[in-house]
């Protein structure tokens, strides 16, 4: 394992990489974004090498969206950087709004889609949907926002959607599952000692706690897959189904399963050979009760 006397310098020694917050408030994670709009918005935003595979990956991250929405529909992203999903949902719904913790990000997101007159963007303040009305929209949606704060205001802004959104709108987002080894490996990769020096707002997550939370902000969790990718609907109260619910277990729980099913078979060996034991142990008790009861027929025999 690494020590923190050994050199390091992240993964890539990029300028990003070598920014970290500055602190645990709020304002430490507003300041680390505005840096980040700064020095590098597209790999900040998406983790892309240009222009063209940012717009790119906007468009298939907006095709997962796509079938939430209608032509009159009212919908908001929650950690919305510059656009660049919005470029590509904004004419699938009747309004999009954008909300963003960083007043750079949404200045270049305003500019970038100043041509679509349904889209507005805004600045949170990264804890609350303030600005929005209660029943406001139809589709709430973050794509690697929840990822990037704490828990509890990840929460808080789970409980927030539950509030702007119309009875029967759906939240869906999107969240690493540290389950899984690719994404345990780059969990791994913040317990570089360079990230206890420069550290990275990143945080993962288990389908039970996404259930767990989701259901105490009231959500009815309809989806959810091994990626993280969660579908969860306002209906008046919060939980799942029994199918979601066995779905969970097997993403959270599948070398658990297999340990049960290796113990299941040992105590299946374990009964077998006790009952084999005990089977030949009453063939042997009757074999020496018989020759108790007959032994001079037994020495005839022979």
């Known amino acids: 394992m690494p020590k923190m006397s050994e050199p390091n310098r992240g993964l890539s020694g990029s300028k990003?990489?070598?920014?970290?917050?500055?602190?645990e408030a709020l304002n430490a994670y507003r300041d680390f974004w505005e840096r980040s709009a700064e020095v590098d918005a597209i790999r900040a935003i998406s983790d892309q090498d240009d222009a063209e595979s940012f717009e790119r990956s906007g468009l298939d991250d907006a095709a997962e969206i796509a079938p939430l929405l209608s032509p009159d529909a009212a919908a908001l992203e929650i950690g919305c950087g510059t656009g660049r999903v919005m470029r590509h949902v904004a004419p699938l719904c009747g309004q999009l709004d954008g909300l963003d913790i960083s007043a750079a990000m949404v200045e270049r997101g305003r500019r970038r889609l100043a041509d679509l007159p349904n889209v507005r963007f805004e600045v949170g303040n990264g804890y609350d949907l303030a600005l929005f009305a209660d029943e406001s929209f139809d589709l709430v949606y973050s794509l690697y926002a929840f990822q990037h704060m704490p828990k509890t205001i990840a929460f808080n802004y789970l409980a927030e959607s539950q509030r702007v959104l119309r009875p029967g709108g759906v939240l869906r987002f999107q969240v690493p599952n540290l389950l899984t080894e690719e994404s345990f490996l780059a969990f791994h990769h913040f317990t570089q000692p360079w990230y206890v020096e420069h550290p990275y707002p990143m945080h993962y997550w288990t389908p039970s706690e996404v259930l767990w939370l989701l259901t105490h902000a009231g959500l009815r969790v309809e989806e959810v897959d091994r990626r993280m990718a969660v579908l969860a609907r306002?209906?008046?109260?919060?939980?799942?189904?029994?199918?979601?619910?066995?779905?969970?277990?097997?993403?959270?729980?599948?070398?658990?399963?297999?340990?049960?099913?290796?113990?299941?078979?040992?105590?299946?060996?374990?009964k077998l050979a006790r009952a084999e034991v005990e089977a030949t142990n009453r063939r042997s008790s009757v074999r020496a009760a018989n020759l108790l009861r007959h032994p001079l027929r037994r020495l005839r025999r022979r």
Do not use: C, I, N
Not at 255 to 262: C, D, S
């Open 234 to 270: 306002k209906t008046g109260e919060g939980g799942a189904d029994s199918a979601v619910l066995g779905r969970v277990a097997s993403f959270e729980y599948p070398w658990l399963h297999g340990m049960q099913a290796r113990l299941e078979a040992a105590e299946l060996a374990a």
């Open 16 to 23: 990003l990489e070598r920014l970290g917050l500055r602190g």
